[in-house]
């Protein structure tokens, strides 16, 4: 549900889809100009698909099932701290637009909802973008502790940290809105709270509700307050599940955690987490109490819980020390040799061959401006996980014919092979290539 940097919070979040190509990946085919074979099913496509073949050959993958894979090793640890939640982690990553934004309390402007942000299929389906679009019907089937974790997809920036494809896990509690239901809950936070002053732990907290974190107008103060205390004692004790041991902590040097409110559109009151890790604080997860509007189209109205989400690439990339993002998707032996499922080892760099960049200057089409996200989509579709980065380094609109002029610079580095001049200037030509026949841009 609720995540952090480019997870959770601020970014949850036209052109065809390559007509009349028959380039089978994976399992995925557009091989009709108005359709896409997605897995062996055919979804119709409109005037705002936009997923590329790139994107679509990563949703049989699902990295966070794969045995010793990091991203499996964390889930695990995880759901090791949670043995009374249900484990979720097999649900279709295609959903609705209502179910990712709508059943969730998402603004109309919402930026996510923006084909500029987020991969369509078509006007009535969609890649999730986060963990929470299936929040209604894991609550709407009965579960009232649960973990789901899954991958997500977000048009977005290419650099060492970020990613189209990532994974979350998302965890919700729910009691009942009465004095059993608030039984419940003091006696779960008298017992964490007991665990927590046994432990090397500090913690900088913030209140449960305040005038600038409120409580809910429906709910009572008092249960929310309740809800909002069982939600952090419980995440601190999986904050000292994951980083007690790694985070150097001793008698003297005690693991940090601290809390900070926040805003999210599905919760009130809601917090970002944040961990003292190697001498900076580390943002790691956010969460809140869920919004009653959420529970009540799960038909479970006579409830009140939390809910908190985080992203498995950002935790495991911490603990492991893994340096770039594009290493989860790595089938090099000399990455995934390294580990062994159930433990935490430091990432050890096997090579670090040299970069390579190019730079592309072009005039964007006056009727049609290119979004960067376009274009980083253009590039991924092309060259994939050779890119290291892209920055775009010049920006400006001609004073007297208005048209706009953008410059981006590539960097091209593979992660498990030197790559020739001759090898880049091909995939760079390609990427030209693309620009003009696809975005109808003019080089400069």
């Known amino acids: 549900m609720l995540q952090t940097a480019r997870i959770f919070p601020s970014r949850l979040f036209v052109r065809s889809c390559i007509p009349g190509s028959r380039r089978l990946i994976s399992g995925v085919s557009s091989g009709l100009s108005d359709q896409l074979e997605i897995l062996g099913v055919r979804y119709p496509t409109d005037a705002i698909t936009n997923v590329t073949p790139a994107i679509l050959s990563k949703l049989s993958l699902r990295l966070h099932t794969q045995h010793a894979h990091p991203l499996n090793t964390l889930r695990s640890l995880i759901e090791s701290h949670y043995p009374d939640f249900a484990h979720l982690s097999s649900l279709s990553p295609l959903v609705t637009p209502y179910k990712n934004f709508d059943e969730l309390s998402f603004p109309k402007d919402h930026p996510g909802r923006a084909v500029t942000d987020s991969y369509y299929l078509n006007k009535d389906l969609m890649l999730r973008t986060h963990t929470s679009a299936h929040e209604v019907e894991v609550f709407r089937r009965g579960e009232t502790k649960w973990l789901l974790t899954a991958d997500v997809y977000r048009r977005d920036e290419i650099d060492g940290s970020h990613y189209p494809v990532f994974h979350q896990m998302e965890g919700a509690r729910i009691f009942s809105a009465d004095a059993s239901g608030m039984k419940e809950c003091e006696e779960n936070n008298a017992w964490l709270a007991q665990q927590l002053a046994m432990s090397n732990i500090v913690i900088e907290d913030v209140p449960h509700i305040s005038p600038t974190n409120p409580v809910q107008p429906t709910h009572d103060p008092r249960y929310s307050e309740l809800v909002a205390r069982n939600l952090k004692l419980s995440l601190n004790t999986l904050m000292l599940k994951l980083f007690g ?200």
């Open 245 to 444: 041991g790694v985070a150097g902590s001793n008698s003297q040097n005690p693991l940090r955690v601290r809390w900070i409110e926040a805003y999210f559109p599905f919760t009130s009151p809601s917090f970002e987490v944040e961990v003292y890790f190697q001498g900076e604080w580390l943002e790691i997860l956010g969460c809140g109490v869920v919004r009653q509007a959420t529970l009540d189209t799960a038909g479970v109205s006579n409830k009140i819980g939390w809910a908190f989400g985080l992203g498995l690439e950002r935790i495991a990339m911490i603990l492991y020390s893994i340096p770039d993002i594009r290493l989860f998707w790595s089938t090099d032996p000399r990455f995934l040799s390294q580990f062994e499922h159930g433990k935490i080892t430091t990432f050890r760099p096997y090579s670090k061959y040299p970069s390579c960049f190019k730079d592309v200057s072009f005039w964007s089409p006056k009727d049609k401006p290119l979004h960067e996200n376009d274009f980083c989509d253009l590039v991924r579709d092309v060259a994939g996980d050779l890119v290291e980065d892209v920055q775009k380094i010049d920006n400006f609109v001609h004073p007297k014919t208005g048209r706009t002029s953008m410059c981006f610079r590539i960097n091209y580095r593979s992660m498990d092979r030197s790559l020739s001049n001759d090898e880049v200037n091909g995939i760079q030509s390609q990427v030209v290539s693309r620009l003009k026949d696809k975005m109808g841009v003019e080089i400069r």
